[in-house]
């Protein structure tokens, strides 16, 4: 039995294969960072649009969040990669930030609904404008509320990746299923070494950024309670 178990390490942790899944997995890190950067652009406007008072501005908003976050991502994946002419990678990216950027949107939102009306009030008796009290003042709060939120969803936007692999772009999951496919991969114990190893390596990526959301979440309750 331990030799089953020895054999399909040594299959599995040959420098070709680990080289070829270092090559998704920076596949999927580039896909996720790009997403996450775009969608932070984009979501933070969407969620400020949102907010706004102009009802024309805050429906055209309120219209793209709700139909896009009611769609299944893996649509969007799809329609991307053929209904344009973008490559899987950069397909992969455009789908990803359309999606993601509703929900950061949504997260935007929540935090500048989060102040409380006496700060607007405040700012206001101080001879702020609107636009001066969103800046500096709602904003700055709005930001130390979301953080820990934010970074929840960007662990989602990583894991999210894998979608990417039904359209053939070359991520993490995908080079997985290609080496599972290779015909030195003939054993169960082969195929169950595998997919352990991509486990882990999304848990240690995952693990490390919801931690670093724990503690902005608890940096964010002592703020609260000061």
């Not at 997995?25 to 979501?43: D, E, H, M």
């Not at 636009?131 to 979301?146: E, F, K, S, Y």
């Not at 496919?181 to 390596?201: C, K």
Request: glycine share 6%; charged share 15%; hydrophobic share 50%.
């Amino acid at each position: 039995m331990f030799e089953k178990w020895a054999d399909a390490f040594s299959v599995v942790f040959t420098p070709k294969i680990l080289l070829f899944l270092g090559q998704g997995l920076l596949n999927t890190l580039y896909i996720a960072a790009v997403s996450i950067a775009l969608s932070l652009v984009f979501g933070t406007v969407l969620g400020l649009m949102r907010h706004a008072r102009e009802k024309l501005v805050s429906t055209v908003a309120a219209l793209y969040i709700e139909i896009v976050r009611n769609i299944p991502l893996t649509l969007f994946i799809i329609s991307m990669r053929f209904l344009t002419k973008l490559p899987p990678l950069e397909s992969g990216i455009a789908a990803m930030t359309v999606f993601t950027s509703a929900i950061v949107a949504e997260i935007v939102r929540g935090g500048l609904n989060s102040i409380g009306k006496g700060q607007w009030e405040a700012a206001s008796s101080q001879g702020f404008s609107r636009l001066q009290t969103m800046w500096h003042v709602i904003i700055p709060q709005a930001i130390r509320r979301i953080r820990s939120p934010l970074i929840s969803q960007f662990v989602t936007t990583i894991k999210d990746t894998s979608f990417c692999a039904i359209v053939g772009t070359y991520e993490l999951s995908f080079t997985s299923k290609i080496v599972a496919a290779h015909r030195s991969i003939v054993t169960a114990e082969d195929i169950l070494v595998l997919y352990l190893l991509v486990a882990f390596i999304y848990y240690l990526i995952n693990r490390a950024f919801s931690g670093l959301a724990r503690r902005e979440r608890g940096n964010a309750m002592k703020g609260v309670v000061r």
